[in-house]
């Protein structure tokens, strides 16, 4: 029996003593209780798995989804910046249910000037405001935005019925759909391109000192909703804030501009060697096999001789995209052009940056290898990257992401300067924005009801690709050690979760709706991961249930409970716990040190025995053979107790001889010192408590306990510690691992508060 059994049993007796004192008290009985344990099943929360999305969070065997195809001409006035646009859409059925209407998304009206958009926001009388925003707020001369739908006609050209309510379109088929029907029609449109320094758009141009623009094209078509097992028509509006939720479909699309301009888009460009010059060609070639270094395509000189001339001829630049659940471009006749290849599993991928002379030499020395960089992390933590290229767009102010395209701030100032700040924001928003490919353009949320299944996973593994960048690229990052990381470190989130409650919301709350967007969508999800795999499952568990989630899910439509289903099942750790805590309340982690009693072993009853015999009137004979402990400073402590060891206690020898083998008594420990220390838990969150105990001679010791230790009681919990060395500090959290909101509570002796002038002196010491 080891003697942390014969404490056991100690406590047993004090226990039952306790008890016992108690029977003859009169209590009031207390009213019975529906289960509030925090670590019960999610059974309330998520809904029943069924034939189409299964109980182990893995696509059912009746799961579907629908398809969209696009046939689209495309052509960009640059001179007015207007866009006008044909398209064919072909629609396949492939759910259960009969479709009596298609509904098409029509994001452009979210600037249209009767938008609503601007209406569901409370104001007050700023005491500042930019010229652009008061003339569109009170002068009554705002941009004129949203589509103009020329027409919507089936592929006979007869004109179909449609209903346009806000940012979604209605269209009234002649018949219905049934399961497996495909269905054509034909839009016509035009829109006016807004500023997107001005009107800070997702997409739009800006305009250049020389006249030119840049443009990043993006929500420029009307597009089809998705249609699924869980929304039926997801139709819910866009009101500026979240985002989209779309089918995959394969789109051919021609997109005509000045003939000067340089462009990229979604998909593979069909007609290269029309567009291309002969050096072009002979560039893009060298960078297929460029893996080191980007090779230049469009040099800074060749794209500032181009700005000169303003043509007014056209050129067609032709794509074809397979599988995909958007498209975006980004043209302009001021864009350097580079590009190299990286290997992703079995074939090579290009890595492509695109870039006015405003962006160097910041973008020429780092954009691409970032791109580079970020698609091996991804890749890494979820699947192979599937397409064949990543392009990085800088567009000032931006940071969007689309199907192989994304565009990005961080600019230089006019003579070429740069702070760490800008560096970093730049490669940070990159990896990002490249990261999005995954996270939802091929594992395909619905962006617009669930900001954080996107945002949130995407913002984690950009964290472990910002580790990875200064890992491969330490000449990039120095002269820091790690990259500095903004998002994902726990105790990054402490200021937002310890913030007011009545301004928090819980991560599982529609985008729209919530307080903080950035630190409740982007910050909390990908901290909550981060704490996951550092701390709860650990690496090798956390990757492996996150790799399966991410290939389960390619290509598909997940929901959260997809997600919460596949990391448990993938993983054997029961995670309800934490999803409940992290995601569907807005508690916040606090676990404190209350009390440490020190004890010493003695052969001496003590004072709780003594009452317990009493109170039950028995004697000591009555008794098991005991080893007793007695607290510092309690009226049975002696100071002998101090220098006495275990060897001095004659009933634990005696058991020891009797019943331990010389093999294994040489094995034995003999602790000296016992600790009670009780932990209590102010926050709301049961964390697992990670302790490190400090020893008299300045070694240390780490142990965690889990999370689950807090399941019994949700307030304080006490554990007891055998030691052979003296104990002269215990913390919680060290390394701050937890996103506790409180680390005054966190140590053991209590640290003292420092006076004004005692604090001030620290901080010039430090």
């Known amino acids: 029996m080891k003697l942390t059994k014969i404490y056991s049993l100690i406590l047993l007796f004090l226990v039952a003593g306790v008890s016992h004192a108690q029977d003859g008290e009169?209590?009031?009985?207390?009213?019975?209780?529906?289960?509030?344990?925090?670590?019960?099943?999610?059974?309330?929360?998520?809904?029943?798995?069924?034939?189409?999305?299964?109980?182990?969070?893995?696509?059912?065997?009746?799961?579907?989804?629908?398809?969209?195809?696009?046939?689209?001409?495309?052509?960009?006035?640059?001179?007015?910046?207007?866009?006008?646009?044909?398209?064919?859409?072909?629609?396949?059925?492939?759910?259960?249910?009969?479709?009596?209407?298609?509904?098409?998304?029509?994001?452009?009206?979210?600037?249209?000037?009767?938008?609503?958009?601007?209406?569901?926001?409370?104001?007050?009388?700023?005491?500042?405001?930019?010229?652009?925003?008061?003339?569109?707020?009170?002068?009554?001369?705002?941009?004129?935005?949203?589509?103009?739908?020329?027409?919507?006609?089936?592929t006979k050209g007869n004109d179909l019925s449609y209903t346009i309510n806000r940012t979604m379109m209605r269209i009234d088929i002649p018949a219905v759909m049934q399961p497996g029907?495909?269905?054509?029609?034909?839009?016509?449109?035009?829109?006016?391109?807004?500023?997107?320094?001005?009107?800070?758009?997702?997409?739009?141009?800006?305009?250049?000192?020389?006249?030119?623009?840049?443009?990043?094209?993006?929500?420029?078509?009307p597009r089809m909703a998705v249609y699924s097992d869980v929304e039926g028509w997801q139709n819910s509006q866009f009101w500026g804030r979240d985002e989209f939720a779309l089918p995959f479909g394969d789109y051919e699309v021609n997109i005509t501009v000045p003939s000067d301009h340089i462009l990229d888009g979604t998909g593979k460009l069909a007609n290269r060697k029309e567009i291309f010059s002969k050096e072009m060609m002979n560039r893009f070639e060298q960078a297929q096999n460029a893996y080191d270094k980007p090779v230049i395509i469009v040099t800074q000189e060749e794209a500032e001789a181009a700005s000169k001339g303003f043509s007014a001829a056209t050129k067609t630049w032709k794509f074809e995209a397979e599988n995909v659940r958007d498209f975006g471009f980004a043209t302009s006749r001021r864009f350097i052009w580079d590009m190299m290849s990286v290997k992703i599993g079995d074939k090579d991928v290009m890595a492509v940056s695109m870039y006015p002379p405003e962006g160097n030499p910041l973008w020429e020395d780092y954009s691409t290898i970032v791109v580079a960089s970020t698609l091996k992390s991804y890749s890494r933590m979820s699947f192979d990257y599937p397409y064949h290229k990543a392009i990085s767009v800088h567009a000032k102010g931006q940071g969007m992401e689309y199907p192989m395209i994304c565009w990005n701030y961080g600019r230089p100032d006019k003579e070429g300067n740069y702070s760490e700040r800008i560096k970093y924001g730049m490669m940070s928003v990159i990896i990002h924005e490249v990261g999005h490919n995954y996270f939802p353009m091929i594992v395909n949320s619905d962006e617009r009801q669930w900001t954080w299944m996107d945002e949130g996973l995407n913002t984690f593994v950009q964290y472990v690709a910002e580790q990875d960048f200064g890992e491969w690229y330490p000449d990039a990052i120095a002269p820091n050690k790690a990259y500095p990381s903004r998002r994902g470190p726990a105790k990054n989130i402490i200021s937002y979760m310890a913030g007011d409650q009545d301004a928090i919301a819980p991560i599982m709350t529609k985008g729209l709706n919530t307080y903080n967007f950035g630190a409740n969508a982007y910050s909390k999800p990908a901290t909550g991961l981060n704490i996951l795999r550092e701390t709860i499952m650990g690496r090798d568990l956390f990757d492996h249930a996150f790799r399966t989630y991410s290939k389960r899910w390619m290509f598909k439509h997940p929901t959260p409970e997809d997600f919460f289903r596949t990391m448990e099942d993938a993983s054997a750790i029961d995670l309800d716990w934490f999803w409940r805590a992290w995601f569907y309340t807005t508690d916040y982690t606090d676990i404190g040190i209350k009390e440490v009693k020190k004890f010493y072993v003695t052969s001496k009853m003590n004072k709780e025995v003594r009452e317990m015999i009493a109170a039950r009137g028995i004697s000591e004979s009555d008794l098991p053979p005991l080893v007793y402990l007695v607290e510092e400073g309690s009226e049975d402590f002696e100071e002998d107790m101090k220098v006495k060891t275990l060897n001095d206690i004659t009933t634990l020898q005696q058991y020891i001889m009797d019943n331990v083998s010389p093999e294994d008594r040489a094995k034995m420990k003999s602790p000296k010192y016992f600790y009670q220390v009780t932990y209590d838990k102010p926050g709301g969150i049961p964390m697992p408590i990670i302790v490190e105990y400090t020893y008299s001679d300045g070694s240390t010791k780490r142990e965690t306990f889990p999370a689950q230790i807090w399941r019994k009681n949700d307030a304080e919990v006490s554990k007891v510690i055998a030691s052979e060395m003296e104990i002269t500090k215990i913390i919680v959290d060290p390394d701050e691992e937890t996103a506790d909101i409180d680390t005054a509570n966190n140590s053991w002796p209590k640290r003292k508060k420092l006076g004004e002038f005692d604090a001030f002196k620290e901080k010039v010491k430090n």
């Open 26 to 154: 009169t209590e009031a009985r207390k009213p019975g209780h529906t289960n509030e344990n925090k670590f019960k099943q999610l059974y309330t929360e998520f809904s029943s798995p069924n034939q189409y999305r299964s109980a182990s969070g893995a696509p059912g065997p009746m799961y579907y989804q629908q398809q969209a195809d696009y046939k689209m001409d495309i052509r960009l006035d640059d001179k007015e910046s207007v866009l006008y646009g044909n398209e064919t859409i072909t629609y396949t059925n492939n759910s259960p249910d009969v479709l009596e209407y298609l509904w098409v998304q029509l994001d452009q009206n979210v600037r249209a000037k009767d938008s609503k958009s601007p209406l569901i926001e409370g104001s007050g009388a700023a005491p500042a405001q930019q010229a652009s925003k008061f003339v569109n707020s009170y002068m009554g001369a705002g941009f004129d935005g949203g589509f103009k739908i020329d027409h919507v006609k089936d």
């Open 181 to 221: 029907d495909k269905y054509s029609f034909n839009i016509k449109w035009w829109y006016n391109v807004v500023n997107h320094t001005i009107d800070r758009a997702r997409s739009g141009y800006e305009v250049f000192e020389d006249g030119n623009k840049g443009y990043v094209i993006a929500q420029f078509f």
